[in-house]
């Protein structure tokens, strides 16, 4: 164990590599907070912000979000945020299905260039593809996490 007093930091089995951190092994285990910029025509759902974390070599992405208008969400699907963050973002693609408001569910991707991607929205009459926020006030919450 190393105890660095000047950058106020712990390693085991390592020298910290940063102030206020805990490493071991090599790897940073402080939790650092990241941010997501959400894509045109999309909106945070009741201050519900997306928030990236992490903690380790474990990342932690969760939100809801809801279009300002019309989006189709067939297979093809939109995108709707962006990890800013490359430390953040996964090293390869990772995908949940996720319930949105009511029965309704869709399809969200995370790619490894962080581009957020929801597509294959079945919603709560189990009709396929077209959402129209002036019609409806569904939303879409998300959580998953992912090992880098």
């Not at 990342?59 to 699907?77: C, F, K």
């Not at 490894?112 to 929205?121: D, P, Q, S, V, Y």
């Amino acid at each position: 164990v190393f105890f660095d007093r000047l950058r106020a930091s712990v390693g085991i089995n390592c020298f910290p590599d940063s102030d206020n951190a805990f490493w071991v092994n090599g790897i940073d285990y402080t939790y650092k907070t990241g941010t997501v910029t959400l894509a045109s025509g999309w909106q945070v759902y009741s201050g519900a912000t997306p928030l990236v974390r992490r903690q380790g070599r474990t990342v932690y992405l969760n939100g809801v979000v809801q279009p300002t208008g019309t989006v189709t969400l067939d297979t093809n699907g939109v995108d709707i945020g962006t990890i800013d963050d490359p430390d953040m973002r996964p090293t390869e693609t990772v995908f949940i299905l996720c319930q949105g408001s009511g029965t309704s569910l869709f399809f969200l991707r995370v790619y490894t260039n962080g581009k957020i991607h929801i597509e294959r929205l079945r919603d709560m009459a189990n009709t396929n593809g077209t959402y129209n926020n002036g019609t409806s006030s569904m939303w879409f919450p998300f959580s998953l996490s992912w090992i880098i």
